[in-house]
């Protein structure tokens, strides 16, 4: 069992278009990052949220961490080829920490 | 500054051979780990250090895996004998810190290995 839910597992969506991509638990933890994988490529950070209910902004990007400090979703506007990749949430728990990764989000934006 | 650097890129050898992968991490990072992570799955920890103490390992197949860091800095994955569904992207990862909250985790390329 994944400590880390993502959903959807894939997500095709044409240029232009919005998304939103979900990490849920049943665990609290310290913090959750959001990775960025590319293929043949290690995964790159993209944020880090800490706070319950903290919202951060990276350009089209949003990342929202669950009151409960549970969940966390990114949600991206305008899709663009470049968003293409696997994308991953990962969190230390709160009671150890190990650093566990979700199965991730396969999106791919099509021009 | 130089992010964490893995050798090789890839590896291909035939199952019931060793194998072994290297890390070096970025400059100052006590924590150091080690994942796997097969096609199209998130990555699943192997083994974390912090400084030169394996402080994690329950999930390394400890008959056929070990790891090593010595003087705290950079580390070796091995495997012997190598089986088939060994095959994966081993990912090395660094960070700043001893059992931090926040344990932000900077990869390195990873090392693709084929076994057949």
């Known amino acids: 069992t994944q400590l880390l839910e993502q959903s959807p597992q894939f997500l095709s969506i044409q240029e232009g278009e919005n998304l939103t991509v979900y990490c849920n638990s049943s665990s609290v933890f310290s913090s959750l990052q959001w990775y960025r994988q590319e293929p043949g490529e290690g995964p790159v950070l993209l944020v880090t949220v800490v706070t319950g209910g903290e919202v951060k902004k990276l350009k089209r990007l949003t990342f929202q961490f669950g009151d409960a400090r549970k969940d966390s979703s990114l949600h991206i506007t305008a899709a663009q080829p470049g968003d293409t990749g696997l994308y991953l949430c990962a969190g230390p728990r709160s009671n150890d920490y190990k650093l566990s990764f979700g199965a991730g989000t396969t999106v791919t934006v099509r021009a | 500054e130089a992010g964490v650097v893995q050798s090789p890129r890839y590896k291909i050898i035939e199952k019931k051979q060793p194998v072994a992968f290297w890390c070096n991490p970025i400059s100052g990072h006590n924590t150091l780990y080690w994942y796997r992570q097969n096609l199209g799955q998130g990555p699943e920890l192997l083994i974390r250090?912090?400084?030169?103490?394996?402080?994690?390992d329950s999930q390394l197949p400890k008959d056929r895996f070990s790891a090593e860091r010595l003087k705290g800095v950079d580390s070796t994955l091995k495997i012997q004998p190598a089986e088939l569904g060994d095959s994966a992207v081993y990912l090395c990862a660094s960070s700043f810190g001893l059992g931090g909250s926040t344990s932000e985790a900077f990869f390195g390329q990873g090392t693709r290995l084929t076994v057949v």
């Open positions: 250090y912090e400084n030169e103490e394996a402080v994690d």
